[in-house]
């Protein structure tokens, strides 16, 4: 099957009750049994729902994996990946991230005696220096939140082999449509749902995708004893949001170049960062594993003013200033003052997320709205 029917049929099947297309939402917490232990497949809603199954099933589909899992929040699934891990374990991560994975890496995992080394993954020699005898996991994201970097999967995946490590890509900027990681030599795949899987702004998930039984077998015990699970309405809305996932995606494309082109050429701006501009640095590498560049277009303006970039976000009408991305509405944020401001100001800086950089999630509208808004904002 290919990918446009995936995103419609991947790994659903009818309602065997009725043949609804769609699948009921089970909204239970449990199922009845005949005897204890007599049961149709289902227990209990936290360790299985035929809704959520419908939608792992479908994840698993996307992203030409054999095992998919639901978590109530990007940040959830995360959480269990890192549970694989036990104190005295090391990870390399990419040093440019969203903050609230930043966040829960500093803030809470290091205090459970876990050592993260953050790095610039750019440029992927720099990796093995990093690596211990201790380290268990590589964990990027491609491209970066809010910098647009792009890390080259295969080649970290080469390092992650070679020294029997998991490599977990957060897929989250990309969707399966752009990139599928476990088929460059990832072995989980992340997605924060919340963004273009759910792709309306209207739930918060997470999903975790793996190939390897042993593996899903591990994730899927601790999904079950942590109990970070979304319900069965939301999961049917992610469903029904993945649907038109191909649609979407190319719409979010096709606006996302147009706004990159426009800001490249503003003599009031001083950087663009999107992975389809000849310009950007891991351009090739871009090319070279992903189908197109995605939506998401960061900036700077001249001067690294952060009352302008602040007057900028707040002047934008059809862009809504707001955390957040990936859904059919145009957003704005502001990364050092919103969604990366879990991370220290010399931090940050040092990956550039400075005063000016202004993030924006480019959606499905018109693309002259779109420009027009921005050259009123900026001026
Ligand atoms: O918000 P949540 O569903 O828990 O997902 C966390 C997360 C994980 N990974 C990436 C790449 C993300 O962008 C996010 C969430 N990001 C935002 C809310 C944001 O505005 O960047």
């Given at each position: 099957?290919?990918?446009?029917?995936?995103?419609?049929?991947?790994?659903?099947?009818?309602?065997?009750?009725?043949?609804?297309?769609?699948?009921?939402?089970?909204q239970?917490?449990t199922?009845?049994?005949?005897?204890p232990?007599?049961?149709?497949?289902?227990?209990?809603?936290?360790?299985?729902?035929?809704?959520?199954?419908?939608?792992?099933?479908?994840?698993?589909?996307?992203?030409?994996?054999?095992?998919?899992?639901?978590f109530?929040?990007?940040?959830?699934?995360?959480?269990?990946?890192?549970?694989?891990?036990?104190?005295?374990?090391?990870?390399?991560?990419?040093?440019?991230?969203?903050?609230g994975?930043?966040?829960?890496?500093?803030?809470?995992?290091?205090?459970?005696?876990?050592?993260?080394?953050?790095?610039?993954?750019?440029?992927?020699?720099?990796?093995?220096?990093?690596?211990?005898?201790?380290?268990?996991?590589?964990?990027?994201?491609?491209p970066?939140?809010?910098m647009?970097?792009?890390?080259?999967?295969?080649s970290?995946s080469?390092?992650?082999?070679?020294?029997?490590?998991?490599?977990?890509?957060?897929?989250t900027?990309?969707?399966?449509?752009?990139?599928?990681?476990?088929?460059?030599?990832?072995?989980?795949?992340?997605?924060?749902?919340?963004?273009?899987?759910?792709?309306?702004?209207?739930?918060?998930?997470?999903?975790?995708?793996?190939?390897?039984?042993?593996?899903?077998?591990?994730?899927?015990?601790i999904?079950?004893?942590?109990?970070?699970i979304?319900?069965?309405?939301?999961?049917?809305?992610?469903l029904?949001?993945?649907k038109?996932?191909?649609?979407?995606?190319?719409?979010?494309?096709?606006?996302?170049?147009?706004?990159?082109e426009?800001?490249?050429?503003h003599?009031?701006?001083?950087?663009?960062y999107?992975?389809?501009?000849?310009?950007?640095?891991?351009?090739?590498?871009?090319?070279?594993?992903?189908?197109?560049?995605?939506?998401m277009?960061?900036f700077?303006?001249?001067?690294?003013?952060?009352?302008?970039?602040?007057?900028?976000?707040?002047?934008?009408?059809?862009?809504?200033?707001?955390?957040?991305?990936?859904?059919?509405e145009?957003l704005?944020?502001?990364?050092?003052s919103?969604?990366?401001a879990?991370?220290p100001?010399?931090?940050r800086?040092k990956?550039?997320v400075?005063?000016?950089?202004?993030?924006l999630?480019?959606?499905?509208?018109?693309?002259?709205?779109?420009?027009?808004?921005?050259?009123?904002?900026?001026?």
């Open positions: 099957m290919k990918f446009n029917t995936k995103t419609i049929h991947g790994g659903q099947q009818h309602d065997p009750a009725y043949g609804s297309v769609m699948p009921p939402i089970y239970t917490s199922y009845a049994q005949s005897t232990g007599g049961h149709k497949g289902y227990e209990y809603s936290r360790t299985h729902n035929p809704t959520r199954n419908a939608l792992e099933n479908a994840f698993a589909s996307l992203e030409n994996g054999n095992f998919g899992l639901a109530g929040s990007g940040l959830a699934a995360i959480d269990a990946v890192l549970k694989l891990l036990k104190p005295g374990d090391e990870v390399v991560s990419t040093s440019d991230l969203y903050g994975t930043y966040r829960l890496f500093t803030k809470i995992y290091e205090e459970f005696g876990i050592k993260f080394h953050f790095i610039s993954m750019n440029n992927t020699d720099k990796i093995e220096e990093y690596i211990t005898p201790d380290t268990k996991l590589i964990w990027i994201e491609t970066t939140n809010p647009m970097n792009i890390i080259d999967i295969v970290v080469k390092i992650a082999k070679k020294h029997n490590l998991l490599l977990v890509v957060d897929n900027f990309a969707t399966p449509y752009l990139q599928q990681p476990l088929d460059l030599g990832a072995d989980i795949v992340m997605h924060s749902a919340t963004k273009y899987l759910g792709g309306h702004s209207d739930v918060v998930m997470g999903a975790l995708v793996v190939k390897d039984k042993e593996l899903a077998d591990r994730l899927y015990f999904q079950n004893a942590s109990g970070a979304c319900g069965p309405q939301d999961s049917f809305l992610v029904r949001g993945i038109t996932l191909h649609v979407r995606m190319q719409r979010h494309c096709e606006n996302g170049k147009a706004v990159a426009y800001l490249a050429k003599p009031k701006i001083e950087n663009v999107w992975p389809g501009l000849k310009s950007h640095s891991n351009h090739e590498i871009a090319k070279s594993q992903m189908k197109d560049f995605g939506g277009v960061s700077t303006t001249k001067g690294n003013n952060y009352e302008e970039a602040i007057k900028i976000v707040e002047n934008l009408k059809v862009f809504t200033l707001a955390e957040s991305l990936g859904g059919v145009s704005a944020g502001h990364p050092a919103m969604t990366h879990s991370i100001k010399e931090e800086e990956t550039g400075v005063d000016s950089l202004i993030r999630s480019v959606g499905i509208e018109d693309e002259e709205d779109l420009i027009e808004d921005l050259r009123q904002a900026i001026g």
